[in-house]
C-alpha cells in the first residue's frame, strides 16, 4: 500500500523548453524532490510518528525519465494511515507538509533558472 505525492513540472512547460533550459528545470525538480522527502522526514519526526524508524526510513523521492517529475514514496503499509488519520488517531500528514513548504517559492525558482538560461 504506502502514500505517494507528485512534485511536477508542466508537461508543455517542459516540452517547449530546449535542452539547456530543460536540465535546468530537472535539476530544480530533483533539488525540489530531494528537499521534500528530507522535510517528510523531519516531520515525521517533530510529530512523534516514529516508533521503530521504519516509517521514516521508507520515504523515499523516484524522478520521471525525463525527469520533470519527483514522486515522493513511503513503502510501509501503514504510511496512509499515519498521513491521513483513523477513527482513532489525527493525521499527520508529512507529504502534504513538505511538498506545501518546497512548493513556497518553486515557481519563482524554475522561473529563475528558465531565464538564466534563456540568457
Known sequence: ??????????????DEADAAVRKALVQEV???GNAARNIAR??????????????WRSVGVEFTKRGQAAELYATVPYASFVHDGTSKMPPRPFFDEAVEEVSKGLEARLKTAF???MR
Do not use: N, P, W
Open 1 to 14: 500500500m504506502g502514500q505517494k505525492t507528485r512534485v511536477v513540472v508542466e508537461e508543455d512547460r517542459f
Open 115 to 117: 531565464e538564466r538560461e
Open 30 to 32: 530533483h533539488r525540489a
Open 42 to 55: 523531519q516531520i515525521i519526526v517533530r510529530d512523534g510518528a516514529i516508533i521503530t524508524g521504519d516509517l
